[in-house]
């Protein structure tokens, strides 16, 4: 018994051989030229002389003084949006209030404003012309082109990420478990860091990662408030602007290879978040 | 009695519920929305609104910056009908498609969203420059893809895919196999059942896709800047323009600029927040 | 138009789904597809429609070998499980699609198309709803525009997956009495599929009851539930008892003890069956001396008209339990002791 192989005839819910092919053929291709190639060009050029080179530039005092200042400014800020985040997600999740949806909407608003106007208000509000500048100045408190200013721009751009991701989660799991607990006699705040915390700790690491990256990424609004002075207020991704400005290729993609590292993290821990506690995370999934 | 009990429930402004914190997060999460959101973006406005009508015409019809608004306008706008086409391919093919691999493919789409945009604007750069690899190829036969408006669509197509990706995806996942077949068995071929079936039901998905890729792109500045060429009049951008107002000081340019920016972005908002409601409503699903 | 099922197997990643079925169904016949899930009934009305390939086997249509057709080419009217309309289009457009998507040269005229979809319309009764969408629909209205819209295409045969199994109890009932009518009226020939045998039953011609991808008997709703030839039939079927029995003496034996009933002239005459009869069939046994099955009551409930006794008949320690319908007037406490033996029933060898 030869099974039936004369004419073999394909299920109808996917497309002709040719055509699934052809697909699949611009898909990898548009990714490859898009995406990957420029991910693989910062190490390629990072490491083109080298990795004596590589690690001389990363010794530079400059670049090192980038790297901290980033790292400050990140540890500053995600936390800051952290507790935002629960709080937030805590008030909209768990109560039915008038204003909910505006709040929501006013939540991600920071998404829609480019980064170089997240950074202008800053200006406004602190720079020279302002009411706030000068009174902060004569008291010795510098904002703008200050590391003060960075965080506050960097806080802006990095606002909605946890936040959203956990609004929609905490949505979904409803508030039967936190009535349950107190029902037992738990209190408000064990409540929330024996039974709730524990429901969203997966989703909540998501969102500071995605926030972490970006903060540490951030270009355009801390471009705007930093006033660009070496060994001060440089960013990493404002010394990459700098050392490729110089043509200073090597050093400029050297520090970039650091931040795409971070990146490729960021994306690898997210995999894998999405891979074991999809279910977990699934309601915020959707950017 | 029953008369005061109803009035005093339609003028809760919370439902009641027995999970305490309401006050504490909502109030932390207000002052905080305020103080780095809320108040920084009224200091724009009331910035705009103190230039006397005169003056805001002036800077809005000075030909640098129609000139720049239309670039990035028009560039963001090609790049999302790039990505529409080239997103929805991707994502069929991350869908339905069985490789070894779709997983890295998937989590590959999200790199946009997690490179650091200045390492995006200098690894394009260094790609699409008439000396990169792409580049090289390109000038062959006669392209030249940077240091000109083809540069920028680059950099917004590189910025804008997981935008119509992640909106498409969860709804091409949702498309109920019987549908297709349902359109086979009424003698639809594949084209057919793919063209007048599945594309019109994905449509408010891509739509919102299209939207917010073009949204992002008109403000996109850090992996514009470096492969822009930044030349006035040609290639360079809005956020850019703003860039150079606020380094002369010109703070009133800058916020004139701004304001429309961010008039155009909330209008897109405006017009996706329509969009899926009208998908809700008519189809019963959102996009 | 007739459709022979022809030695069919079909393997799912080596598993086999449908195992050597065969089945002619008749021109104008409405056939129900009667089995519990993982039955292969679905995958048989699938095969059928050209939504999967058979791993073995032929398909014809008439006396044309529809195998390698695609299902496009084989023009089938199929109606899913949840109807799957296409929610984007108008109810007038869902049910025209079949017509609009033919090719060029076929394809009828805009107003001939509006004519036919109206008559559809008329014909499920939905007429004045062309303009809603699927999503502003009952779920019963749903299924008349999923009927109708296979019904535009004029097909050869219409086949419906579960028909009935997303509505609720009561449009169940009606839709089941109205696709009755529609078929008696325009006569085509129609398979369904369901797991409900009383839908089976009421509603079909004949009946091929399935059980792990094979057909176990194809026949009329008197034939499946009066004469079935199998222990699954049997069971799967309406409300029924089983005992395993030995025969030996002329005599049907429960642990050893004649239990009132001889072995027919068709029945092992030797060796150990299973008895199989339904709780009405039984006749209460007062006489001492005559053998009967015996049981205590354990349980009993009144159903309408008549009363359910659940005896536990256990001798020798093996617990054995069959439920029979005694009259009200009988006695059924907890404890008394019921004796009786079966007036249908049906012997099947081990």
């Known amino acids: 018994m030869a099974p039936n192989s004369s004419r073999r005839l394909r299920s109808p819910t996917t497309e002709a051989p040719f055509a699934r092919y052809a697909l699949m053929t611009a898909a990898f291709l548009f990714l490859a030229l898009f995406l990957l190639l420029p991910l693989a060009a910062v190490f390629i050029e990072a490491f083109r002389k080298g990795p004596g080179e590589f690690f001389a530039s990363m010794n530079d005092p400059d670049t090192l003084a980038a790297i901290r200042l980033t790292l400050l400014v990140a540890v500053i800020a995600v936390p800051l949006n952290?507790?935002?985040?629960?709080?937030?997600?805590?008030?909209?999740?768990?109560?039915?209030?008038?204003?909910?949806?505006?709040?929501?909407?006013?939540?991600?608003?920071?998404?829609?404003?480019?980064?170089?106007?997240?950074?202008?208000?800053?200006?406004?509000?602190?720079?020279?012309?302002?009411?706030?500048?000068?009174?902060?100045?004569?008291?010795?408190?510098?904002?703008?082109?200050?590391?003060?200013?960075?965080?506050?721009?960097?806080?802006f751009v990095t606002f909605p990420f946890v936040a959203r991701e956990l609004i929609p989660l905490m949505q979904e799991q409803g508030t039967g478990d936190e009535e349950a607990a107190l029902s037992l006699g738990a209190s408000g705040w064990q409540t929330f860091w024996y039974v709730t915390l524990p429901n969203i700790k997966w989703g909540l690491l998501y969102g500071v990662l995605l926030c972490n990256a970006r903060a540490m990424g951030e270009f355009g609004a801390v471009s705007v408030v930093s006033g660009h002075i070496r060994g001060l207020t440089n960013t990493m991704p404002l010394h990459v602007e700098i050392l490729y400005n110089e043509y200073n290729f090597v050093a400029a993609f050297a520090v970039a290879s650091l931040l795409a590292a971070l990146a490729l993290v960021t994306l690898v821990v997210k995999t894998v978040l999405e891979l074991h506690y999809g279910a977990e995370i699934a309601a915020g999934r959707k950017h | 009695m029953t008369t005061s009990a109803a009035a005093s429930v339609r003028w809760r402004v919370r439902q009641p519920s027995v999970i305490p914190g309401f006050g504490l997060t909502l109030g932390f999460s207000l002052a905080y929305l305020t103080l780095i959101i809320l108040i920084p973006l009224a200091g724009l406005v009331w910035r705009s609104a103190s230039l006397s009508g005169a003056e805001f015409l002036a800077i809005l019809t000075d030909e640098r910056t129609i000139n720049a608004l239309e670039v990035s306008f028009?560039?963001?706008?090609?790049?999302?009908?790039?990505?529409?086409?080239?997103?929805?391919?991707v994502a069929w093919v991350i869908v339905r498609y069985e490789f070894p691999g779709r997983r890295?493919?998937?989590?590959?789409?999200?790199?946009?969203?997690?490179?650091?945009?200045?390492?995006?604007?200098?690894?394009?750069?260094?790609?699409?420059?008439?000396?990169?690899?792409?580049?090289?190829?390109?000038?062959?036969?006669?392209?030249?893809?940077?240091?000109?408006?083809?540069?920028?669509?680059?950099?917004?197509?590189?910025?804008?895919?997981?935008?119509?990706?992640?909106?498409?995806?969860?709804?091409?996942e949702e498309i109920d196999r019987e549908v297709e077949e349902a359109a086979a068995t009424l003698g639809a071929n594949r084209f057919q059942t793919v063209y007048r079936v599945l594309l019109p039901g994905l449509s408010p998905a891509i739509l919102t896709g299209f939207a917010l890729a073009f949204?992002?792109?008109?403000?996109?500045?850090?992996?514009?800047?470096?492969?822009?060429?930044?030349?006035?009049?040609?290639?360079?951008?809005?956020?850019?323009?703003?860039?150079?107002?606020?380094?002369?000081?010109?703070?009133?340019?800058?916020?004139?600029?701004?304001?429309?920016?961010?008039?155009?972005?909330?209008?897109?908002?405006?017009?996706?927040?329509?969009?899926?409601?009208?998908?809700?409503?008519?189809?019963?699903?959102?996009? | 138009m007739d459709v022979r099922v022809s030695n069919i197997r079909k393997e799912f990643d080596r598993y086999p789904a449908l195992n050597d079925v065969s089945l002619d169904i008749r021109s104008g016949e409405l056939i129900a597809l009667l089995g519990p899930s993982g039955s292969g009934k679905t995958t048989l009305l699938r095969l059928i429609a050209g939504l999967e390939q058979p791993t073995l086997g032929k398909i014809f249509f008439g006396n044309e070998d529809a195998s390698h057709r695609t299902v496009q080419e084989r023009h089938v009217g199929f109606v899913f499980q949840h109807y799957a309309l296409f929610r984007h289009m108008t109810v007038a457009d869902n049910i025209a699609f079949g017509l609009t998507v033919r090719p060029r040269g076929e394809r009828p005229p805009k107003t001939e198309i509006r004519r036919r979809v109206s008559d559809l319309l008329d014909m499920v009764q939905l007429s004045g709803l062309e303009k809603r969408y699927p999503n502003q629909l009952s779920g019963g209205q749903r299924q008349r525009v999923a009927l109708a819209r296979a019904m535009a295409i004029e097909p050869k045969v219409l086949l419906l997956d579960e028909p009935f199994g997303a509505l609720d109890a009561k449009v169940r009932k009606e839709l089941r009495r109205w696709l009755r009518e529609f078929h008696d009226r325009t006569g085509h020939t129609t398979v369904f599929v369901t797991h409900d045998q009383e839908e089976a039953l009421e509603l079909a011609d004949r009946v091929v009851v399935m059980s792990q991808g094979q057909i176990e008997q194809v026949g009329s709703s008197d034939d499946v539930y009066d004469r079935p030839n199998s222990p699954f039939v049997f069971s799967f079927i309406g409300d029924s008892a089983s005992l395993p029995v030995t025969v030996a003496d002329n005599a049907v034996r429960f642990q050893d003890e004649p239990i009132g009933i001889a072995p027919k002239a068709n029945d092992i005459q030797s060796g150990s069956g299973t008895l199989f009869f339904r709780?009405?069939?039984?006749?209460?046994?007062?006489?001492?001396?005559?053998p009967a099955l015996e049981g205590r009551v354990a349980t009993s409930r009144r159903l309408a008209g008549t009363r359910i006794a659940d005896l536990d008949?256990?001798?020798?320690?093996?617990?054995?339990?069959?439920?029979?319908?005694?009259?009200?007037?009988a006695q059924a406490a907890t404890g008394t002791i019921i004796r009786f033996k079966p007036t249908r029933w049906k012997l099947f060898a081990e």
């Open chain 3, 313 to 329: 008949i256990s001798r020798q320690g093996e617990s054995h339990h069959v439920e029979i319908e005694i009259p009200l007037d």
């Open chain 2, 74 to 89: 028009g560039t963001a706008f090609i790049a999302a009908l790039v990505n529409v086409v080239f997103g929805v391919i």
């Open chain 2, 104 to 172: 890295i493919v998937d989590a590959v789409v999200d790199l946009p969203f997690a490179l650091p945009t200045a390492v995006a604007g200098i690894a394009l750069a260094a790609l699409y420059a008439p000396n990169g690899w792409v580049g090289q190829v390109l000038n062959v036969f006669g392209i030249k893809a940077a240091f000109n408006p083809t540069g920028i669509v680059i950099a917004l197509v590189f910025i804008g895919l997981p935008f119509v990706v992640r909106t498409v995806q969860p709804i091409m």
């Open chain 1, 82 to 155: 952290l507790v935002f985040g629960m709080a937030a997600a805590w008030a909209i999740a768990k109560f039915e209030f008038k204003g909910k949806a505006f709040l929501t909407t006013l939540i991600d608003l920071p998404f829609s404003v480019s980064p170089v106007i997240s950074g202008l208000v800053y200006v406004l509000l602190f720079g020279a012309g302002s009411v706030l500048g000068p009174w902060l100045k004569s008291h010795g408190i510098e904002v703008l082109f200050a590391v003060p200013g960075i965080v506050l721009a960097t806080v």
């Open chain 3, 279 to 290: 709780p009405q069939d039984v006749t209460l046994v007062t006489d001492p001396a005559t």
């Open chain 2, 215 to 287: 949204a992002r792109g008109v403000g996109e500045y850090g992996s514009v800047i470096f492969i822009a060429g930044n030349i006035p009049y040609v290639s360079e951008i809005a956020p850019l323009l703003i860039v150079i107002r606020l380094e002369e000081f010109n703070y009133g340019a800058a916020t004139a600029i701004a304001t429309i920016m961010l008039s155009m972005s909330f209008a897109m908002l405006l017009v996706i927040n329509l969009i899926q409601a009208w998908s809700r409503r008519r189809y019963g699903h959102g996009a």
